[in-house]
Nanobody
Framework: QVQLVESGGGVVQPGDSLRLSCAGTGQQFSDYAMGWFRRAPGQDREFVATISRAGTRKEYGSSVKGRFTVSRDNAKSTMYLQMNRMRSEDTAVYYC???????????????????WGQGTQVTVSS
């Protein structure tokens, strides 16, 4: 098992940048493919980004592609989400998630993920 804790959320203005972190404890972090999802008030959970075990493969949701970058440091058991050129529509609770795999698998579906963090609030407002 792995336990996940997000940090780095806050209030920023449109056009600003913010970096989220997701720290894992427990089982070897590199055993897991990881993902970021978000949920805005009154909306369904939305896929943001996913990264393979070794960090060599990544995919992004269409609304964040070109603005957000996912990365990971397995030596620090931490995944990151660098968010640039932020917009008001990026306002949401952001969650990190993990599923165990022996391959370079990714998933854009929240149903694939087994472990979830508690979420961190990101607010983009002028």
């Amino acid at each position: 098992q792995v336990q996940l804790v997000e940090s780095g959320g806050g209030v920023v203005q449109p056009g600003d940048s913010l970096r989220l972190s997701c720290a894992g404890t427990g089982q070897q972090f590199s055993d897991y493919a990881m993902g970021w999802f978000r949920r805005a008030p009154g909306q369904d959970r939305e896929f943001v980004a996913t990264i393979s075990r070794a960090g060599t493969r990544k995919e992004y949701g269409s609304s964040v592609k070109g603005r957000f970058t996912v990365s990971r440091d397995n030596a620090k058991s931490t995944m990151y989400l660098q968010m640039n050129r932020m917009r008001s529509e990026d306002t949401a609770v952001y969650y990190c998630a993990a599923f165990e795999t022996v391959t370079g698998a990714l998933s854009t579906s929240d149903a694939r993920y087994t472990y979830w963090g508690q979420g961190t609030q990101v607010t983009v407002s002028s």
